[in-house]
């Protein structure tokens, strides 16, 4: 069979290692009965797999699947027929992201991550939380403050993370492999 | 035995506790760490989902930081650093074109590393499988009896695949908290997943997971659960008063490192093993052990066989 | 020399990629032959008389066939030419189809391969000897292994054919799986009123030497000739003295759980038959659990038993039997649910597993086939059915077991009778219900009310999240026909486990010259034409031991394979492979590396002269002596070296006459 070139499940195929295991998903369910976040999810796995395989590219990169996906690969280590599910929930991501398809603000939260590694070399969740609350939940921080005095006062939140030596370095290295990734 | 330390973002604030009482239990087991100088973040599972490539650089600039020779294994206490860290490594090695391209970009900082050079190890691992449970034995000066125990592994000492312990049924931790006399349950919840990031995405969601996983531990009565991974621990202290509210519970299990209550089997003071940092005090848990009966000598009589019941099918040896 | 080309078009399977009428005329110039043609089908009748005419008109001495594999057709066109009064092996096939036609596209280069190959068969065949082929009789006695219901219909076949059989069992009783089932599916005929005849009818027929707590330990020589040793297992009882009163059982004081025959659900003694059926009716004594083997002491039951039958000084005995055919139908290991923690089999009481089921909708089982939990007195009000448990799963059972589907409807049809009120929940991917009858009852369960979901069951937890689910075990699962994840709170879950080849399968194999597949179960010799044959002659398969199967289907192999071994019986003689290996003694320095590469142990060392000998009866002509032997002393007759290299050189020949491609020097 040839699949559609450039669809989703085409570059699944071709671009993720053990991808062409997704042909022989069964629809048997048990990737959706084991998701701990199944429920939240607008297409839990085994139905996006059945729209991927359907072509219904938009409905599949709109959806908040993989924004939602927790990454415990308790899916991946129970599939019978072996599918890299989190890996493809990944790859997903990527693919949204290269289309401009996403609807969730999960790419958010990701990104103020990745720019402070990016700014630091290193990361605290509990600034991420607030940095990223700030900028697109300004309610949700307010409710979240006594959680974080309480973390504060205990001495596990801090203000900033600490700059590593080397910051030059670790940019030099990213640049790098953005340029080549790209 | 020596090894690399990577100590992870969490040490420094979140999970400080943990660094500290891993570096004392280490010192009292004779583990030599020799932590990476100018580590960086591993990525947690962020970096990774957006673009795949600077992900495995940024990682396998850790890899590369570590002198191979003097020390071929890396132990990293957070499950996301360890998996991340293993993941890189071994992707590398399976991948000639991915090994490649993270080297050129390792070059750009005049760096390089050679998959298979350095193992990546979990520190629950190497206490139980390096150090062994008997040489735990040794150390300890006082028992854990009394206090019961419950062991929650999460998603990556099992996962995804070729990891220390059972995707689903791990026994390591289990095993671990025996040793130190601990009443350890059969706790079915133990790998399921805590939702990681899902608090700063969704409350709902995340919960209903938390939920669950706190009641699983409540119906065995849990004087406290027990984590190696901080990611866990921050999620099921931190937020347990949000699950109470939500759903009119009253959860009070403190949410401790492994490395903690070893502390306390070695005879360590509990003021320095740091539970006060947890969000859910351990008061009761701590005033419960030291105010327990010495374990009695006396054997349990076995259990009378039901006349009626059928018999249980034996359980699989791990 | 004269030499006949015949160029098969297998209707358009070969003449669709290869031009056989320009090969047939090709072929025609070439040294030495008199004949060429080309005809639609050559297995036909039509064909293989063109054959015998043209031996006769052509005064033919050798003929070359190029059409399919010999596999197929091989002995066919062998027959046309012995008809003709032609020594069979002066016949040689070239293979153009599976070899050529079915593996390319491009017919010109087809056409032009076909060339090489017939030239390459015509330039072999002329170096072929005339063999002549042997004839050995065939013991009339036949060895049954397993004494499930494929073992027992087959035995019975034979042995109500006049023929006497030995028929071996490893358990105490035969009966196999079959007994210790309720009901059979799809007509729910009571398991035990429908087999029981059966085994009275093996245990007591004149014919049938039976020989439970046995296993076969060895076995040597060949078709129509087998010897075989069996180990004949003590059971510290006389059976000549036994009445099977079963007091003994009675009064024995030790109880352990019995895990083969009560599938872990019951108990039993340390003198035991596993059931009231039981055949033979002798018990036998489990020395592991004896106290009198253990410790020493108790005797109880030598002291109550009235004809002084307990022995407990009685040894194994070691039985020598000849046989002409075996067949072996070992049977199943049901999957062991333990390997999947997540559905909590062993850790929570209320799941059971498909045999623990069936032991106790048993009337005769340990629940006298009440349906209750585990603490033995309350009754489930709700009842999770899995399917597929170990199987249509990579990491376990790749293969469907077969029978699942239709056994976990018959549970649901069980609870649904047992209990009315019950609801009774199957977790299923597909339904499979293919044979006669099944479909129906498959209907009969939906309006009976059983819930079908969709969706292979997660996980099984105790872990209760609402008032509802509050002792009670939940299932977690995804319905896939609404697309939501649900937790269905039942009281009890039963686990349809799958069938997987016998743990030591590979050694019973071993043991009786045949292979197993890649799961373990045994290879039968064709998977459609052939499936109760194996690659070894006289030994035949039957029942689950060759793969997943019901009983009806079970039954049908073991007649078939009974089948198979009656027309050998009947026919009073085997042809042996003509094409055998034959040692120079001349040349032979006695090294043995033959006799140890031989397979088939057909070779013999000759102490008094220290040369190898090979045994023509056993030896099958596949080569790995010639190999083996440093001083080039061994011929396989029909694959000699000269015939070998004569067919590359006829091959290499043609090439270079057609392409110009030049042989290598």
Same mark, same amino acid.
């Given at each position: 069979?040839?699949?559609e ?7 699944i ?24 976040s ?8 085994r ?22 996906c927790?990454?415990?690969y308790q ?7 072996e ?9 997903l ?8 398809l ?11 991550f ?10 605290f ?13 300004p ?32 940019r030099a290295?990213?640049?790098k ?5 790209a | 035995?020596?090894y690399?330390?990577?100590?992870g ?13 891993s ?10 760490f ?8 591993c ?6 989902s957006?673009?795949?490539l ?10 590369a ?11 990293a ?15 590398m090695a ?24 350095? #193992? ?21 000066t ?6 019961t ?18 995707p ?20 079915s ?6 939702g990681?990031?899902?608090?700063q ?8 997971i938390?939920?669950?996983l ?7 009565n ?13 999620n ?11 759903? #009119? ?9 492994f ?5 306390l089997a ?21 005033e419960?052990?030291?105010?327990a009966?010495?374990a ?5 009589r ?7 019941a ?9 | ?6 160029i ?8 669709g ?10 072929a ?10 080309d005809y639609?089908?050559?297995c ?9 005419k ?9 003929v070359v ?20 009064g ?57 060895l049954?292994?397993g ?27 035969i009966?196999?799986?079959?007994s210790?089932?309720?009901?059979t599916?799809?007509?729910l005929?009571c ?12 245990g007591n ?7 439970t ?28 003295a ?36 039981a ?6 004594i489990?020395?592991e659990?004896?106290t ?10 030598e002291?109550?038993c ?8 009685q ?41 623990e089921?069936e032991?106790?909708?048993?009337a005769?089982?340990p ?5 209750v939990?585990?603490d ?9 059915i899995i ?11 790749e293969?469907c ?12 049809h ?12 199957n977790?299923?991917?597909d ?28 996980s ?6 609402t008032v ?15 697309g ?8 009890m879950?039963i686990l ?11 050694e ?13 179960f045994?290879r039968?010799?064709h998977?459609?034409?052939?499936p ?12 689950a031991?060759?793969?997943?199967r ?15 071994v ?8 085997v042809?042996?492979?003509a094409?055998?290996?034959?040692v120079n003694?001349l040349?032979?320095?006695?090294c ?13 060392y ?15 002509g596949?080569?790995?002596c ?5 001083s ?21 020949n ?11 020097a």
């Open positions: 069979m040839t699949l070139p450039n669809s989703v499940y085409e570059k195929i071709t671009e993720l290692p053990d991808g062409e295991k997704l042909k022989s998903c069964l629809q048997c369910g048990n990737c959706t009965g084991s998701c701990p199944a429920t939240d999810m607008d297409y839990a796995p139905g996006l797999f059945a729209l991927i395989a359907a072509g219904q590219d938009e409905k599949v990169l709109r959806a908040n699947t993989f924004w939602y927790v990454s415990c899916c991946t280590v129970r599939c019978p027929q599918i890299p599910i989190t890996d493809i929930m990944y790859h991501k990527h693919q949204a992201i290269e289309k401009g996403y609807t969730t603000d999960a790419k958010d939260f990701s990104g103020t990745i720019g402070m590694v990016e700014h630091f070399g290193r990361s969740e509990l600034g991420l939380a607030a940095g990223f609350h700030l900028l697109h939940h309610l949700e921080s307010v409710k979240m403050a006594p959680m974080a005095l309480g973390m504060m006062s205990r001495g596990r939140l801090k203000l900033l993370p600490k700059r590593i030596k080397n910051m030059g370095q670790l290295i990213l640049d492999a953005k340029e080549i990734g | 035995m020596k690399a330390w990577y100590p973002c969490s040490a420094e604030g979140n999970s400080f506790a943990y660094d500290e009482t570096r004392m239990i280490a010192e009292a087991l004779g583990i030599e020799q932590e990476i100088d100018d580590w960086n973040c990525g947690a599972t962020e970096y990774f957006v673009n795949q600077p992900a495995y650089a940024l990682v396998a600039r850790n890899l930081l570590i002198n191979a020779e003097e020390t071929p294994q890396v132990i206490p957070c499950s996301a650093c360890y998996i991340n860290l293993k993941k890189t490594d071994e992707k399976k991948y000639e074109q991915l090994n490649t391209e993270v080297n050129v970009a390792l070059a750009a900082g005049n760096l390089s590393y050679e998959p298979g050079a350095v #193992k990546s190890r979990h520190f629950l691992d190497v206490v139980c499988n390096d150090v062994g449970y008997e040489a735990v034995k040794e150390k300890m006082q028992s854990l009896a009394g206090l125990l419950v062991p929650y592994y999460g998603c990556y000492m099992g996962r995804p695949e070729d990891n220390f312990d059972h689903e049924r791990p026994q390591t931790m289990d095993t671990l908290l025996k040793t130190l006399g601990a009443d350890v349950p059969d706790y919840l133990k790998t399921i997943c805590c990681g990031h899902m608090t995405l969704s409350a709902e969601a995340s919960l209903r938390l939920r669950h706190l009641e699983g531990a409540n119906q065995l849990a004087d406290a659960m027990v984590v190696g991974c901080p990611m866990c621990q921050l099921l202290d931190a937020y347990q008063k949000d699950v109470n509210s939500a759903y #009119k519970t009253n959860y009070q299990i403190p949410i401790v490192y490395s903690q209550v070893m502390g070695f005879g360590m003071d509990p003021e320095t093993l740091m539970f006060e940092r947890g969000i859910v005090s351990s008061k009761a848990m701590l419960k052990w030291l105010t009966e010495p009695s000598k006396k054997r349990r076995r259990e009378k066989r039901d006349k009626n059928l018999p249980m099918p034996k359980q699989l040896e791990s | 020399m004269k030499k006949g080309v015949y098969c078009h297998c209707g358009s399977n070969i003449a990629t290869v031009d056989v009428e320009e090969v047939s005329k090709w025609d110039d070439l040294e030495d032959v008199a004949i060429s043609r639609k089908f050559m036909s009748s039509l064909g293989q008389e063109l054959i015998e043209d031996i006769e008109e052509y005064g033919l001495d050798r066939v190029a059409s399919c594999s010999p596999h197929m057709h091989e002995s066919t066109f062998r027959g046309a030419c012995q008809r003709a032609l020594n069979p092996y002066f016949m040689e096939m070239a293979n153009i189809r599976e070899h050529c036609s079915w593996v390319h596209k491009d017919k010109e280069a087809g056409t032009e391969k076909s060339k090489a190959l017939v030239a390459a068969a015509l330039s072999r065949v002329g170096h072929h000897e005339p063999l002549v082929i042997q004839y050995a009789p065939v013991d009339k006695n036949t049954v292994v004494g499930g219901i494929a073992g027992i219909q087959a035995a019975l076949e034979i042995a109500n054919s006049g023929y006497h059989v030995y028929l071996v069992e490893r358990e105490p009783s009966g196999g799986h079959m210790q089932l309720d009901k599916f799809p007509t005929d398991s035990a009123c429908i087999l029981t005849p059966r085994m009275f009818e093996a027929h004149e014919n049938i030497t039976l020989l707590y046995s296993e076969v330990e060895n076995v040597d020589g060949y078709i129509g000739n087998f010897e075989v040793r069996i180990r004949k297992r003590a059971r510290a009882i006389d059976e000549e036994c009445t099977g009163c079963g007091l003994c059982e009675e009064k024995c004081p030790i109880s352990v759980v019995d895990d083969v025959f009560e599938a872990g659900l019951g108990y039993r003694k340390a003198v035991y038959r596993p059931f009231p059926q055949v033979p009716k002798y018990p036998v489990d020395r659990n004896c009198w083997y253990q410790k020493g002491k108790c005797r109880l039951c002291k109550v009235p004809t002084d039958a307990i022995d407990f000084e040894e194994d005995e070691i039985l020598e039997v000849k046989v002409g055919n075996i067949i072996v139908a070992t049977g199943y290991d049901a999957f062991d649910a333990r390997r999947i923690p997540q559905y909590g089999y062993g850790r929570y009481p209320n799941v059971f597993t498909g045999l089921f032991r106790m909708t048993n005769a089982g629940t006298t086939g009440k349906v939990l585990r033995g007195v309350n009754v489930p009000e709700s009842v999770a399917h597929c448990v170990g199987s249509r799963d990579k990491k376990y059972n293969y077991s077969a029978v699942c589907c239709m056994y976990s409807l018959k549970f649901a069980m609870v649904h009778d047992k209990l009315p009120d019950a609801k009774v929940y977790f299923y991917i339904i499979r219900t293919p044979a006669k009858g099944y479909e129906e009852f498959y209907h009969r369960l939906l309006e009976e009310g059983t819930i079908f979901i969709r969706g292979r069951a997660a099984i937890s105790d872990v209760a999240l509802e689910e509050e002792g009670k075990l939940i299932v977690t699962a995804e319905d896939t026909l609404i939501e994840q649900r937790r269905i709170p039942v009281d879950a349809s486990t799958g069938l997987e080849a016998r743990h030591d399968s590979q019973v194999a071993r043991t009786f010259s045949i292979s197993i597949d890649k799961n373990g045994f039968e010799r998977p459609k034409l052939d109760v044959a194996t690659m070894t002659g006289g030994v035949f398969i039957a029942g031991a060759q793969g997943p019901d009983i009806p289907s079970s039954v049908a192999q073991g007649a078939a394979a009974a089948a198979r009656l027309s050998i019986i009947d026919k009073g003689e042809e042996m492979e094409a055998t290996a034959e003694d040349t032979c320095v006695g043995r590396m033959c006799v140890i590469s031989c397979p088939y142990e057909a070779i013999d000759l102490e008094d002269r220290q040369k190898a000998e090979v045994n023509r009866a056993l030896c099958k596949c080569g790995t010639v190999a083996a032997c440093p080039k002393s061994i011929t396989l007759h029909h694959f000699t070296d000269q015939e070998l290299m004569a067919q590359m050189t006829g091959a290499m043609a090439l270079f006459e057609i392409d110009g491609v030049l042989m290598p």
